[in-house]
């Protein structure tokens, strides 16, 4: 990821005093409600215009080359961006608010806002929140793909192949300016059209990338940023995830035998759960579930990949961790897979319905798959996921050419700007040595790492208080942080009903 010479203001290190007696700027904002029913909630809503390129031209990166056949795609003037305002509870907000960068890449951060608003509500004492749907997603000219639900989890590299060219095909605008890169110039462009001089952000999973660039870009208008779930700025997202899925799955397992009424509820978990595995591979089979939106019965061809990719999600939270044991267990000792099938309906529904597909394939072909190098496929093969999301990445990547990227995109962010970094310990995708690696030229950091914990920090136990101490401070050093020793994951589920008592 990128790099700029960062210049630093004396605000960005203080807590802010200062106060604004009116709401500046000529964006007029309207009550409106945002996120997804039926969890929308009440904001007030805006539009503001960007331009469409930033008078940026694309470079690809050295060695690629853009596919053949590629389409022209409409390069507007300007494109117009969706935001909304969570107001403060003070009538006399600090002029410094803070912003959400969403996760994905995808994700639109009205959508987001309803699953995580918990986590704000002491921020939002003395502060304003602003949700800018990046361009791509929510109403700002939002990228969909209509793949078919069925393909969702194939690694057929043909059917990847074919529905990444219909997604690409069906796309309006030209898709290069759709990255990070441009992504953050938007974001300034927003800021100066509400005329706020500096704000804090709070970038969660791919929005920790965001955060970082833009830091990069404007460590003048960037008084403090949170990272949860960090995605670090030297590494691609791709070939580690099976790695570090495997990890997390493995911790399940040492924390179930260290567990009596675990390892009496469910014993010899680990083989019979590779047992599991290693049937699936050799054939598939047909699960009949409830599908808990229709109120019908369904049936599927449930395959491995259905299976690895279910385990893999519920792994993002403790509260999905805690019931894998008795799924896998019943599964593997009772041939009981519609649980699994069940929730295999559930996330790929969730996930079409919450990333902008079209914009998640732009970043990630554009700043991801470009640097996969994988050497040691032996090593993926040993994992549950194994090594084909490596193949099936380059076949999803294969119709979409390479967008704007900075030249300094790929390097780490130096800076001295606030920083706190949040990761739970047994995350299966960015793991703590990803925020170890970001914040060793992040000067004024601090790295917070919660035991047993997946993805997303931010709504666990106290950490929404450590949130808002920061921001009111701007000051990592100052933090008390002893109230997370009291943060404990969900006890293990030992059966439908739930742990022991």
């Known amino acids: 990821m990128h790099f700029i010479p960062i210049i630093t203001l004396a605000l960005a290190f203080s807590g802010s005093t200062a106060y604004a007696e009116t709401n500046k700027g000529s964006v007029e904002f309207q009550p409106c ?25 694309v470079t690809n990166h050295e060695g690629v080359q853009k596919p053949g056949g590629v389409q022209k795609k409409e390069s507007p003037e300007t494109l117009t961006l969706s935001i909304a305002k969570i107001p403060a509870r003070s009538n006399q907000p600090a002029i410094d608010p803070v912003t959400l960068l969403a996760g994905g890449p995808g994700q639109a951060a009205t959508d987001s806002w309803s699953q995580i608003q918990a986590a704000f509500y002491p ?23 209509e793949t078919p639900p069925e393909d969702g989890m194939s690694i057929d590299l043909d059917v ?5 060219q219909q997604c690409y095909d ?7 300016w759709f990255t990070t890169s441009v992504a953050v110039r938007d974001l300034d462009a927003v800021r100066q059209a509400l005329n706020i001089d500096q704000w804090n952000l709070y970038g969660v999973s791919y929005g920790t990338r965001v955060a970082q660039h833009y830091l990069r870009r404007y460590p003048q208008h960037t008084r403090s940023v949170i990272l949860d779930a960090v995605v670090a700025p030297e590494r691609p997202l791709g070939p580690e995830i099976p790695l570090h899925a ?10 179930c035998n260290e567990n009596e009424g675990c390892t009496q509820a469910f014993p010899q978990l680990e083989s019979k759960t590779n047992a599991l595995f290693d049937a699936l591979k050799s054939k598939p089979r047909t699960v009949q579930f409830e599908n808990v939106t229709r109120g019908t019965l369904e049936s599927m061809e449930f395959s491995v990949e259905h299976l690895a990719s279910t385990v893999r999600l519920l792994s993002y939270s403790s509260y999905g961790t805690a019931i894998l044991p008795s799924m896998l267990y019943d599964a593997a000792n009772n041939n009981n897979l519609a649980p699994f099938a069940r929730q295999a309906n559930i996330l790929t529904s969730q996930l079409g319905d919450s990333l902008a597909a079209g ?10 798959a470009p640097r996969i190098s994988v050497t040691d496929k032996a090593a993926l093969q040993k994992t549950y996921l194994g090594d084909s999301l490596i193949d099936t990445t380059v076949a999803n990547c294969e119709p979409w050419p390479v967008g704007v990227v900075d030249d300094d995109f790929f390097e780490p962010v130096v800076s001295d700007v606030p920083v706190l970094a949040l990761s739970g310990a047994i995350d299966p995708i960015t793991p703590p ?4 690696l970001a914040i060793q030229s992040l000067s004024n950091s601090l790295h917070l790492v919660n035991e047993h914990q997946g993805h997303t920090q931010a709504p666990l136990g106290c950490m929404p208080t450590i949130m808002s ?8 050093s100052s933090l008390q942080v002893d109230c997370l020793e009291r943060l404990s994951p969900p006890a293990l589920f030992v059966d439908a009903n739930g742990p022991l008592p």
């Open 123 to 145: 921020i939002l004492a003395n502060r304003d929140v602003y949700l800018i749907d990046q361009r791509g997603t929510g109403d700002s000219a939002r990228m969909n793909c």
């Open 246 to 255: 495997q990890q997390s799955l493995n911790a399940l397992f040492e924390r």
């Open 433 to 436: 040595a990803y925020a170890e």
């Open 160 to 164: 990847v192949r074919l529905n990444a």
């Open 469 to 476: 101490q920061f921001i009111e401070s701007a000051d990592p």
């Open 170 to 176: 069906e796309q309006s605008h030209a898709t290069e």
């Open 33 to 57: 409600r945002i996120g997804i029913a039926p969890m929308s909630v009440s904001a007030e809503c805006a539009e503001v215009p960007v331009s469409f390129t930033h008078g940026l031209s």
């Open 359 to 368: 914009m998640h394939a732009t970043v990630f072909c554009t700043e991801d």
